[in-house]
C-alpha cells in the first residue's frame, strides 16, 4: 500500500503556481499550510487532509467534490475557497491568508489567560458572522464548528468564517459509517449544540446559533460556560446544565444582553431566535439600549444592526416597565401574564387583555408601556390602543389556547367550555354504544333446522 505524503513544507505543487513555506498547524480534520501564489502575487493558505482521513478510500473523492461545491458559495464574511486540486494523489484546497489573528486570539491576555472582553466589543465581529452563517444556511450548509478559533481578522480589523466545508464533510463522513455521538467527529465540545451531542438527524442551523451565543458568552465572561473536567463531561453538560447568567458573571453585561444570549442557548432548538441574524441583532440592540420609540421608518445597517431613526422627536414615551423570564412575563399596564415567542424579540405587540402597546426587550425579558407623548396617565390605556390597532404592530399578546390567542381569563373558560363539551359527547357516545350493544344483546336469533 502506497503511503500518501501530506506534509506540504517546501514543495511547489500545482506546476509552480503554489510554493509552500512552512506549516502553520494541524489538527484532526487537516494540516493547514502557508504558500505563496505566484500567479496572484499573494499569500494563501493550504489545506490538506490528515493520513488518518486519506485512510478511507471514499474520503478522497467526497473531498474535492465537496470543496468544488463550497467553491461557489459567496458571501463577504465567509473565507472563500479559491483553488481546489490534488499533489501525487493527495487532495487539498486554496483559501486567502488572512493575517489578523482569529477571535480566541482576543480573548487572551499578555499572560496568555482567557480575560473578558467589554460588551461593545461585539459590534465588531458578531453580526457579520451571523450573516455568514444564515446565508449558509439557506444554500442548505450548516458549519457544525462555530467557535473563536475559526472566526479570523483581517487587517482592516474585517471579521471571517471559516473551516465550513471541511466541518461539513466530516458530519457526513460520521453519519455514513454509523457513528454514533461517542465516537463521531460533531464538532467541539465547548461549542456544540445539545442536538448534535445526541446525534439527533433533524437539526438545523440553530446549531450553528446555539454555538456562536457560547461564543459570546466566553467573549464576555472570559470563561466557556460549561466546560466540564474532560471533553465528553464537557458535552454531557451541553445536554443537562444551564451557564451562569452572563450579567452575573461580568457586571458589566447588560441583564438584557444575558438573556438574549441564554435564549440562543437554550436546550431546545425551537425555544432558540429564527436566525443568527436575529440573534445579533438583539445582542447589539441591547448594547445600547437601541429602542425606536418613533412612528417614523427606520433602516438598519447590515454591517452593525443598529437602527437609523428618520424623525429624531420621538413619539412615545415610556410608561411603566416589568421584567421576568423564559418569555414569561406580566404586561405592565393591567398585570396580566403574557407569553412571549422568540419571533417576537425586539418588536412591539398589543395586549389582549387591556390594549396596551408594548415593546418587547431583544431578550425577551422586559415590556415596556409605550404612551404617546402629550397623554396623561389615564390616557395611556385609550389612546395607545387606537394607535397601536392603526400604526406598527399587528402582534398580539396573550396566552393561546387551541393556536388562538386570548386574555388569561377568557382562554381559561373556554378551555373549561371546551373539555366540559368533550365530557359531555364522551357521556352521550358512551350511551349510545351501550344502547346500542343492549338492542343488539336482546335480538333473537334465527336458527335455522335442517330437516
Known sequence: MTTLQTDFSNLII???????????????????????????????????????????????????????????????RIVKILDVGEHQGVPYFVMPFIDGGNLLDRFKGNDGMLKQLPPESLSG???????????????????????????????????????????????????????????????TPNYVAPELVLARKDYDGRVDQYSLAVTVYEALAGKPPLEGGSPTATMVNQTTKHPKPLNEVNPAVPESLASAVRMAMSKRSWRRYESCTAFADAVLACLHDDVDLSLSSSSR???????????????????????????KINCPGCGEQLILKAKYAGQRGTCVHCGGQLLISPGLNELKLLKPLGLSG??????????????????????????????????????????????????????????????????????????
Open 14 to 76: 500545482a506546476e509552480g503556481r503554489y510554493t509552500v513555506s512552512d506549516r502553520l498547524g494541524v489538527g484532526s480534520m487537516g494540516h493547514v499550510f502557508r504558500a505563496f501564489d505566484t500567479r496572484l502575487a499573494t499569500d494563501v493558505v493550504i489545506k490538506v487532509p490528515t493520513d488518518k482521513r486519506l485512510a478511507d478510500p471514499e474520503f478522497h473523492e467526497r473531498f474535492l467534490q465537496e470543496s468544488r461545491l463550497l467553491t461557489q458559495l459567496n458571501h463577504p
Open 125 to 187: 465581529w458578531l453580526r457579520g458572522i451571523a450573516e455568514a452563517l444564515d446565508s449558509m444556511h439557506k444554500r442548505g450548509y450548516i458549519h457544525r464548528d462555530v467557535k473563536p478559533a475559526n472566526i479570523l481578522f483581517d487587517s482592516h480589523d474585517h471579521a471571517y468564517l471559516a473551516d465550513f466545508g471541511l466541518t461539513k464533510l466530516l458530519d457526513k463522513e460520521a453519519e455514513s459509517s454509523g457513528l454514533t455521538a461517542a465516537n463521531a467527529v460533531v464538532g
Open 301 to 327: 445597517s447590515s454591517s452593525t444592526g443598529y437602527s437609523t431613526v428618520v424623525e429624531e422627536r420621538p413619539a412615545y414615551t415610556v410608561a411603566g416597565v416589568s421584567r421576568g423570564k423564559d418569555g
Open 378 to 451: 389615564s390616557d395611556v390605556g385609550q389612546q395607545v390602543a387606537v394607535t397601536s390597532s392603526s400604526s406598527v404592530t399587528q402582534i398580539v399578546l396573550g396566552n393561546e389556547h387551541f393556536g388562538v390567542r386570548f386574555s388569561s381569563r377568557r382562554g381559561m373558560w373556554l378551555t373549561l367550555v371546551g373539555v366540559i363539551l368533550l365530557l359531555l359527547m364522551s357521556a352521550i357516545i358512551g350511551r349510545l354504544s351501550a344502547n346500542w350493544s343492549n338492542r343488539s344483546a336482546d335480538q333473537p336469533v334465527a336458527i335455522d333446522h335442517e330437516e
